[in-house]
């Protein structure tokens, strides 16, 4: 998790918090709506994101075990003064031995931006130990590969197909899911005795949004060069345009995120 900086997470929020799914977040009210409190473990909270998305739509006091290997980042995510919600630093490499955190009292798991980072493995190992507890898991803004670049121009595609490509390498966990991360998690809930209520959350970034696209694209570019598989003079050249494309006001783009909630069905 430390790989994703205070100044990445605090500029992407916006998008993320207006990508998430109502009708997904509305099973996760909906499931706590008679609840007098909810105690969370929030898994790579980064700065603490999901909290300020969340807490509006569960009960009005609530507990957050924020877990995190990045130092900075969680001391960021504990230094919110929210009314009735108590917050808990938990220093921990997800990458191992994630289940030594997992208190007795949790009622609500919840993720995001993780899932795609996994590997198959660790999806298993996490839903089994979930599964055991009977929890339910909110997981939100999971990339799925699906990108639009609009207007579009002839390197999009094999851009956009090395940066998928890379998502597939390890991140820590063993080879990623990438964009499979949501097609591999969702069966596997519901292969367990969950149900599963899913939905698109993409980010939709607009002529307006310079500062985003041009983060995300210098990113791709770095990326692409990374996987060798197209001429660095080629990537320089598309960058070029897709950047004069943002400084003209003309460039928008959607990046495909899927978010569901699992809940075991008997709690239903």
Partial sequence: MSRFTAEWLSLRERYDLAARNPKVLGEVTTSFKSAASVHVFDLACGSGSTVRALHAHLPARQHWELVDNDLDLLALACNHNLDRVTLNAVPLDLSRNFETAFANTIELITISALLDLVSQTW????????????????????????????????LDAAIVFAVNTHQLTD???????????????????????YSVVSGESDWVIGPDDPTMQNELLGDWANTAR?????????????????????SEGLSSMRVGHLDFFAFPSSTR
């Fill in 123 to 154: 999806l298993h190992q996490f839903s089994r130990a979930v599964a055991a507890r009977a929890l339910p898991v909110y997981a939100a803004l999971t990339y799925d590969g699906r990108t639009d670049l609009s207007p579009a121009d002839p």
């Fill in 171 to 193: 991140k820590g966990f063993g080879p990623a899911l990438g964009p499979s991360a949501t097609g591999s998690a969702i069966p596997r809930f519901e292969s367990l005795g």
């Fill in 226 to 246: 990374e996987m060798g598989t197209l001429a660095a003079a080629e990537i320089a050249s598309w960058l070029t345009r897709r950047k004069t494309m943002v």
